[in-house]
C-alpha cells in the first residue's frame, strides 16, 4: 500500500446517499483506491504513507465541470455589467491584449486556487486546449477533460451592436474541429487525460457544422460539451438567424443534437417545457451559479432540472464576473440562490450540493466509472478537510452530524489540507508538494498589470457601464 488514511470521516458517494463511514480508512495503491471501510479493518501499518484523518473529512476530489481558466488574469475586470455588454464591451477590449502565455499564466493561476480548495478535475473548455494539458495541467498532475473550443466568429465583435449578426468562418470552424480530433490522438491512453468536443454555442456555430462536430462525437464513442441558452445576446441572435419564434432547444431538437451525448451548460434562457424534454433526452447539464448570477443576474435552474430527474453538475465558468474558482463557493451559491428562486430553504439541500461537485460532475461528463466516489477500483482523487477550524466548529456527530451542512454553508476551501490525484499526493499537509506557488502568483500580477495598461485605451473606447463606474472613483 502506498497511502493510508486512518480515523477520519469517509463520505464515499457510493449509492443513493453520502455513504458515510464513521472511523473510516482508505488504502491507496498506485493510482487506484484498494481499500474502503473502517480504520479496524485496514492493515495500514504497511503503508509507506499513514495520513491521519481525526477530525477531517475524507471525500473524492471536487469536479469542476466547465471552466475558462485561461482568462483567469482578468478576473476584477468584466463585472457589474448589462449582460448585453459583459462579452463586447467589457470582456473584448482586454483579451485582445492577451497572448499565448498569458492563458498559460492564467490557467496555471486557476489551477492551483481550484487544487488549493479541493478540485482534482477541470473540464477545461479552451481554444488551442493542448497547450493548457502539456503547459499546465500533465506538469501539474491534474485531472483534466480537455474540450477544444469550436466556433466559426471572429473574435473581434467589440463593434457590433447587439441585433448585428455575427459572420460565420467555415475555415476558422474546420481548422478548429481538426485541432479537436487531434486531441483524442495526442493524449490516448494518458490516466490524466480525457476529451470532449466544444461547440461553443448555437449563436457562434453553423448547423452544419454542429452536425459534423456530432457525427465526429458518435464515431469516437464522447460527448460535446456545448453552452446553451445563455441569455439576451444568444437569443437575440437565434431569432434573427432562425426566425422571431425559434428558440436554441427548437433548433438543437430540430437537427437531433439533444441527446444524452450532449453536455449543456447553463440553460438558464429556456422554459419549462424545453428542460422537460432535455431530461427527457437525457442531456446533461451544468450549472455556473456564480458566473451567471454575476454575468447575467439570473439564477441557473439546477434544482429544476434536478427536480425533473437531469443529471446535473456544477462549474466556475471564467474569473471575469464571479471572481475565483473555488467549487466550495459554488456549492453554496447554487444552494442558497435556488433557495432563494424557489422562495423554499429546503431546496437544493446540502447532500445535493456535494452530489453535484462529485458523483454528479462525474456522471455528466462520463467518467463516473472512473471518479466520483470512493470505491475500490477507482482513482485515487482524494481530498482531506480540517474540520478543526473557527468556521467548522463545533463538530457534532449525535443525534446528527452537523459538518455536514457546515460542508457547503461554512466552508471557504482554505481548509482542504491534503489533495490526491490519480494517487499522487499534490498537496500535503497544507503545502505544494512539487509546485512554486508564490512565483506563479508573482509571474500572474507582473503580466496582469500590463495588459491591464496596454488595454486602456480600447476599453474606455468601448464605454460600458465599468468605465462610468471608474469615472466616478469607484474603481
Not at 468562418?169 to 481548422?175: I, L
Not at 448570477?293 to 441557473?300: E, N, R
Not at 424557489?342 to 463516473?368: C, M, Y
Not at 452537523?402 to 498537496?427: A, H, K, M
Request: with cysteine; net charge neutral; proline share 4%.
Amino acid at each position: 500500500m502506498d497511502i493510508a488514511i486512518i480515523n477520519t470521516w469517509l463520505m464515499t458517494f457510493s449509492g443513493k446517499a453520502l455513504g458515510i463511514i464513521s472511523n473510516g480508512a482508505l488504502g491507496i495503491e498506485e493510482d487506484k483506491i484498494s481499500y474502503v471501510g473502517t480504520t479496524d479493518g485496514l492493515n495500514y501499518k504497511q503503508a509507506d504513507k499513514v495520513i491521519d484523518g481525526t477530525d477531517h473529512i475524507t471525500m473524492p476530489g471536487l469536479i469542476n465541470s466547465h471552466t475558462h481558466t485561461g482568462v483567469t488574469l482578468l478576473r476584477g475586470g468584466a463585472q457589474d455589467l448589462p449582460e448585453i455588454e459583459w462579452m463586447n464591451k467589457g470582456l473584448g477590449p482586454f483579451m485582445k491584449w492577451l497572448t499565448a502565455n498569458d492563458h498559460i499564466i492564467g490557467t496555471k493561476l486557476a489551477v492551483l486556487e481550484g487544487l488549493r480548495s479541493g478540485t482534482t478535475t477541470f473540464a477545461e473548455y479552451a481554444g488551442f486546449v493542448s497547450k493548457l494539458v502539456k503547459q499546465v495541467y500533465l506538469p501539474f498532475n491534474v485531472r483534466v477533460v480537455a474540450i477544444e473550443t469550436l466556433n466559426e466568429v471572429s473574435s473581434d465583435r467589440a463593434h457590433l451592436k447587439p441585433t448585428d449578426l455575427y459572420d460565420f468562418d467555415g475555415a476558422k470552424g474546420s481548422a478548429a474541429l481538426k485541432r479537436a480530433n487531434d486531441i483524442f490522438q495526442e493524449f490516448k491512453g494518458n490516466k490524466l487525460v480525457s476529451s470532449m468536443y466544444g461547440p461553443q454555442a448555437l449563436d457562434f456555430c453553423s448547423v452544419p457544422l454542429l452536425l459534423d462536430i456530432q457525427q465526429q462525437a458518435i464515431d469516437r464513442g464522447c460527448k460535446l460539451h456545448m453552452h446553451v441558452a445563455q441569455g439576451e445576446r444568444e437569443r437575440l441572435q437565434i431569432t434573427n438567424r432562425f426566425g422571431k419564434n425559434q428558440t436554441t432547444i427548437k433548433i438543437l431538437e430540430k437537427n437531433g443534437l439533444l441527446s444524452d451525448r450532449l453536455v449543456a451548460a447553463h440553460i438558464h434562457d429556456t422554459s419549462v417545457d424545453e428542460r422537460s424534454l432535455m431530461v427527457k433526452r437525457g442531456v446533461g447539464m451544468v450549472g455556473c451559479p456564480s458566473a451567471i448570477s454575476m454575468i447575467d443576474g439570473i439564477v441557473p435552474p439546477l434544482g429544476h432540472y434536478m427536480k425533473l430527474g437531469g443529471n446535473a453538475a456544477i462549474g466556475t465558468d471564467q474569473a471575469p464576473g464571479p471572481g475565483h474558482h473555488n467549487m466550495f463557493q459554488e456549492m453554496r451559491m447554487a444552494s442558497v440562490l435556488t433557495k432563494v428562486i424557489n422562495k423554499d430553504p429546503t431546496a437544493l439541500p446540502p447532500w445535493e450540493s456535494l452530489q453535484l461537485t462529485t458523483i454528479g460532475g462525474a456522471r455528466v461528463l462520463g467518467l463516473d466509472k472512473s471518479i466520483g466516489s470512493l470505491e475500490v477500483g477507482k482513482r485515487a482523487d482524494i481530498i482531506t478537510i480540517n474540520l478543526k477550524k473557527l468556521n467548522l466548529t463545533p463538530i457534532v456527530e449525535k443525534p446528527i452530524r452537523n459538518f455536514i451542512p457546515n460542508l457547503v454553508y461554512s466552508t471557504t476551501g482554505n481548509e482542504v489540507d491534503n489533495v490526491i490525484i490519480n494517487g499522487n499526493q499534490i498537496i500535503s499537509n497544507n503545502q505544494f508538494s512539487n509546485i512554486d506557488e508564490l512565483s506563479i502568483i508573482k509571474e500572474a500580477n507582473k503580466r496582469a498589470k500590463i495588459i491591464f495598461e496596454n488595454a486602456a485605451e480600447d476599453w474606455i473606447e468601448a464605454g460600458s457601464k465599468m468605465v462610468s463606474y471608474h469615472q466616478n472613483g469607484f474603481l
